[in-house]
């Protein structure tokens, strides 16, 4: 066992068998650097990695290449999800000095921490014009010994041009009706009306888009924007991105080189599917489509099913490997072991008559696209529903359905990932109360509930700030970033406006004065880190939108919301001063600050305010509670209660109609007259 024995990262813990002596991040490891006079090697990496785990089998776990890091390096490794910030800074070098990026990560850097040679992944032996990893670490040695002065000057100049990309904003002033027009046009481009999808062979979930789309849809009436957000969801649900088995979404799709359907990158995060639940339920709110409603739930149920904790919190990930032989000798994970990428979700036609008999496998290959040579690899396919089927015996399809479930659980299963990270459980408790309130579902929000309750219990300490990981119900050492606090306060205030529970919106105020304090920098920019956090060689700051909101983006949205809730200026301006990156990018980029555009829909449209009073047991108050909580409107805020319940300021001096229950639509705490009836109620909204 090497020193990573004692973590509580499950991506390091895969490693404290390594023969490498690994070191944490840490001072520790760099005073080790500088005693033996050698460089620092960083490899960042996440536990549902597919290549992560294969440079782990090839290199890692290999003795020779082991002894060699060990002699003339100090070995660092880094689960990225634990410390986004580190990877953050050091893939920034990356992608600056190589034109692209991905994990595992592969940093040489000074004792100092200064980078100065990089790259991804590497293989044992060379090929495709890849160097192989040992000749890597060989030039690597040379250059230290033999050139020291010349390293010295390239992690200099890298380090200095780091340290001067500090993104400034200027004063944009917020994003405007224009700069919404724009971005939905630029949107228009690059979609693809054939498929649904955007172009381009790798394909993520769009799902901070999506949101945006519905958003202005609302606002706008935007025929386009609706069609289009139909358009992606339709094509992500019926693909082999979506597990037509068991709910929830894969990590990405992939076009094949030679045409042909999809391929995912199996891994399933926890991100995406909450995300992608909440999308789907925004979606089926304004268009009540069957299948927006059928994915949500199913993605919802996967999150409960496979990822809830024994805490109550969400694990991060199931890996895209399973531990077992390939089916009809499908490919193992190069480097050896049984590793074998997607063997738990596709299947083969003679894997189908196996569990369902011919006549049935016959009707399950043709509705679920299994073909002779397969979809995949060694004629096995991904699961999807090609094209929109004609009349089906639903009865049927649901028992062929709930066989191949059972079928498939004979398997190895994928491992996961159980620490439970803050931002993505935040993420995940937004999800499941509002899709719970909209499908009638008190178990879903009951989950989220107790979601929150981990956070508050294990995450936040007495002055409120944030740990950003757990395991087994005890805190990491990890410090929140500024996507904890944004996307936990985001949660916060969904399980708020769901539950009428005033304690949601307090810890969300809490934690979002905290970002006032300690994020904020000149000119309405935020940082991804606290001014008294961990001083790396730069400090990371990115307003783009990648697989998650990012953490400026979402902690806009955040702000927005609880302004719209107390009446506090302070956070409203703070909302509205980092919005103008918005402006800046949206025209631009606006597949890659899609949280950014939905949060300035909500700006542009108050947000609006909305106050029910009355007696919680009252069936008229719940269908007012019922009406508003399916409100369309842009970032609408929700508050329920007895009339001047304390808890929530919207409810302040806001009484009841004739003695009966009565919702208040307002904008900036200036309101219309109340309304009892559910269909005028609707119709403000």
């Known amino acids: 066992m090497n020193r990573l024995a004692g973590v509580t990262s499950p991506y390091l813990l895969q490693h404290a068998d390594n023969p490498v002596d690994w070191w944490p991040w840490g001072p520790e490891a760099f005073e080790e650097a500088k005693r033996r006079d050698v460089p620092v090697l960083l490899s960042v990496g996440y536990s549902a990695c597919h ?4 440079m782990a089998h090839e290199s890692f776990e290999d003795e020779g290449t082991a002894a060699y890091l060990n002699e003339h390096f100090v070995s660092v490794k880094v689960d990225r999800e634990e410390r986004p910030d580190v990877d953050a800074v050091y893939m920034e070098a990356v992608q600056a000095a190589t034109g692209q990026g991905g994990w595992p990560m592969t940093v040489f850097m000074t004792p100092d921490g200064e980078p100065f040679y990089f790259g991804t992944y590497f293989p044992p032996e060379a090929r495709h014009g890849t160097p192989a990893f040992r000749e890597v670490l060989e030039g690597v040695h040379r250059a230290w010994t033999d050139r020291r002065d010349e390293v010295g000057e390239v992690a200099g100049k890298i380090t200095r041009d780091l340290a001067e990309r500090e993104l400034t904003i200027g004063d944009t002033g917020a994003p405007t009706e224009e700069t919404q027009a724009l971005a939905l046009l630029q949107l228009t481009r690059d979609v693809d009306p054939a498929s649904g999808w955007f172009r381009g062979d790798t394909k993520f979930p769009p799902s901070m888009v999506v949101e945006f789309l519905l958003r202005h849809q609302a606002r706008t009436g935007s025929v386009a924007a609706r069609e289009m957000a139909e358009g992606l969801c339709g094509a992500m649900a019926r693909s082999s991105l979506y597990d037509q088995l068991g709910g929830g979404f894969h990590r990405y799709v992939l076009t094949p080189a030679t045409g042909g359907p999809l391929i995912p990158h199996f891994e399933k995060m926890l991100y995406d599917n909450a995300l992608l639940c909440r999308a789907y339920a925004h979606l089926w709110r304004s268009t009540g489509s069957d299948l927006a409603r059928r994915v949500a739930l199913e993605t919802a149920d996967f999150m409960v099913r496979e990822l809830r904790t024994p805490e109550g919190g969400f694990a991060s990930a199931l890996d895209a490997d399973s531990e077992q032989e390939a089916p009809d000798g499908a490919r193992p994970q190069q480097g050896g072991g049984r590793h074998v990428e997607g063997a738990y979700y596709v299947w083969t036609p003679a894997q189908l008559s196996a569990a369902l008999g011919d006549e049935d496998a016959a009707l399950a290959a043709a509705h679920y696209g299994v073909t002779e040579d397969g979809t995949f690899e060694h004629g096995s396919s991904v699961l999807r529903l090609p094209q929109e089927s004609g009349p089906v015996d639903a ?6 359905e709930a066989r191949l479930r059972a079928a498939r659980e004979e398997r190895e299963r994928p491992g996961r990932d159980d620490k439970v990270v803050a931002a993505w459980n935040g993420l995940a408790i937004a999800a499941l109360a509002e899709t719970g309130a909209l499908f009638d579902r008190p178990d879903l929000v009951d989950r989220a509930t107790e979601a929150a309750d981990l956070l508050v219990r294990v995450h ?5 700030r944030l740990t950003r990981t757990s395991k087994d119900g005890r805190a990491g050492t990890n410090t929140g970033v500024l996507e904890d606090y944004a996307d936990v306060a985001e949660g916060f205030l969904a399980l708020a406006a769901v539950t009428g529970e005033g304690a949601w919106l307090e810890f969300a105020g809490f934690l979002l004065d905290l970002v006032l304090d300690r994020f904020t920098g000149e000119g309405g920019a935020l940082y991804d880190t606290a001014h008294d956090a961990e001083r790396l060689i730069r400090r990371p700051q990115d307003p783009t939108d990648n697989a998650t909101p990012s953490g400026w983006t979402a902690a ?7 302004a719209a ?8 301006a703070a909302a509205e001063g980092a919005l103008g990156v918005v402006k800046a990018l949206g025209p631009r980029v606006p597949r890659f600050i899609g949280w950014g555009l ?5 700006l542009l449209d108050g947000p609006r305010e909305i106050a029910v009073v009355g007696d919680a047991a009252d069936p008229a108050f719940q269908e007012l509670r019922r009406t508003a909580l399916a409100a369309t409107a842009p970032g609408a805020v929700l508050a329920v209660g007895a009339p001047d319940g304390e808890e929530f300021p919207l409810l302040k001096d806001r009484p009841l109609v004739a ?3 009565a919702a208040y639509v307002c904008r900036h705490f200036t309101c219309d007259a109340p309304v009892t009836d559910p269909v005028e109620l609707r119709r403000r909204l």
């Open 51 to 54: 290549w992560c785990h294969v």
């Open 395 to 400: 009865d049927r399809i649901a028992s062929i």
């Open 460 to 464: 936040m300490d007495e002055t409120a």
């Open 556 to 562: 806009a949205g955040a702000l927005l919301s609880y």
């Open 565 to 572: 809730h107390t009446g506090s200026e302070a956070h409203r």
């Open 598 to 602: 939905a949060t300035a829909e909500a």
């Open 659 to 661: 003695g009966g229950p």
